[in-house]
Antibody, heavy 121, light 109 residues
Framework: QVQLQESGPGLVKPSETLSLTCAVS?????????WGWIRQPPGKGLEWIGS???????YYNPSLKSRVTISVDTSKNQFSLKLSSVTAADTAVYYC??????????????WGQGTLVTVSS | SSELTQDPAVSVALGQTVRITCQGD??????ASWYQQKPGQAPVLVIYGKNNRPSGIPDRFSGSSSGNTASLTITGAQAEDEADYYC????????????FGGGTKLTVL
C-alpha cells in the first residue's frame, strides 16, 4: 500500500523560501510514475503546482514556474518542493500525491494528508 | 485552454441520481480524473480514465465524457457522498501541465 507523508515548517516568513518534503512508503519512486505537488488555499479549490518523473524530469505550473523547484531523492525515496519569495497568497494546505505512470498531471492517487503552510511575519 | 469549469454547487435528494459536470477544451483530448474531498481531509480519486474506479470506490460512482464535457454520476446518492468534487486533467495546449476545476459542492438532501 503506497503512502505519502508531507513534512516541513508550518510557518514561513514573507520573501523567504517554503520547503517541503514528501516521504513515500510502500513503493520505490525509482520504479516509475510521476509525483506531484498540489495546494489548496483555505476555503478555496485545488491548484496543481508541479510534477516530477522518477528520472528527474520536471513540469511546473506556468504561473509559479519562476519560483518553484521540485526535486527527487531516490536514495531516500522522497521528493521535495521549494517555493521561493513567498507571500501571504502562498498560504495553503500543500499536498503531495502520486500521479499516473503515463501523465504528469492527472490521476493523482494516493495523496498525502496535507500540511498547512502559513506565510506570515 | 487551461481552464476546467464546474458548477459551484449541486444538490440531490437521498437515493436519487446526480450528475456533476466539468467543461474544458482539454477534455476533448484527455479524460478527466475526479476527486472527492470531505472537510478536513485530503482528496480521494473516485474516477479516472474512460470510466475506471480505484479499488474501494463504490460502483454508484461512474464517469463519462462527450466533446468538451466530462461528467461524474452518482447513482443512488448516499449521505456520505456529501462532499466537494473536483475534476482534473492534463492541459491540451501541448505543455505538460495539470489543471483542476474549481470544484462542486454536493449537498445530499
Amino acid at each position: 500500500q503506497v503512502q505519502l507523508q508531507e513534512s516541513g515548517p508550518g510557518l514561513v516568513k514573507p520573501s523567504e523560501t517554503l520547503s517541503l518534503t514528501c516521504a513515500v512508503s510502500g513503493y520505490s519512486i525509482s520504479s516509475g510514475y510521476y509525483w506531484g505537488w498540489i495546494r489548496q488555499p483555505p476555503g478555496k479549490g485545488l491548484e496543481w503546482i508541479g510534477s516530477i518523473y522518477h528520472s528527474g524530469s520536471t513540469y511546473y505550473n506556468p504561473s509559479l514556474k519562476s519560483r518553484v523547484t521540485i526535486s527527487v531523492d531516490t536514495s531516500k525515496n522522497q521528493f521535495s518542493l521549494k517555493l521561493s519569495s513567498v507571500t501571504a497568497a502562498d498560504t495553503a494546505v500543500y499536498y503531495c500525491a502520486r500521479a499516473s505512470s503515463t501523465s504528469c498531471c492527472s490521476r493523482f492517487d494516493p495523496w498525502g494528508q496535507g500540511t498547512l503552510v502559513t506565510v506570515s511575519s | 485552454s487551461s481552464e476546467l469549469t464546474q458548477d459551484p454547487a449541486v444538490s440531490v435528494a437521498l437515493g436519487q441520481t446526480v450528475r456533476i459536470t466539468c467543461q474544458g477544451d482539454s477534455l476533448r483530448s484527455y479524460y478527466a480524473s475526479w476527486y472527492q474531498q470531505k472537510p478536513g481531509q485530503a482528496p480521494v480519486l473516485v474516477i479516472y480514465g474512460k470510466n475506471n474506479r480505484p479499488s474501494g470506490i463504490p460502483d454508484r460512482f461512474s464517469g463519462s465524457s462527450s466533446g468538451n464535457t466530462a461528467s461524474l454520476t452518482i447513482t443512488g446518492a448516499q449521505a456520505e457522498d456529501e462532499a466537494d468534487y473536483y475534476c482534473n486533467s492534463r492541459d491540451s495546449s501541448g505543455n505538460h501541465r495539470g489543471v483542476f476545476g474549481g470544484g462542486t459542492k454536493l449537498t445530499v438532501l
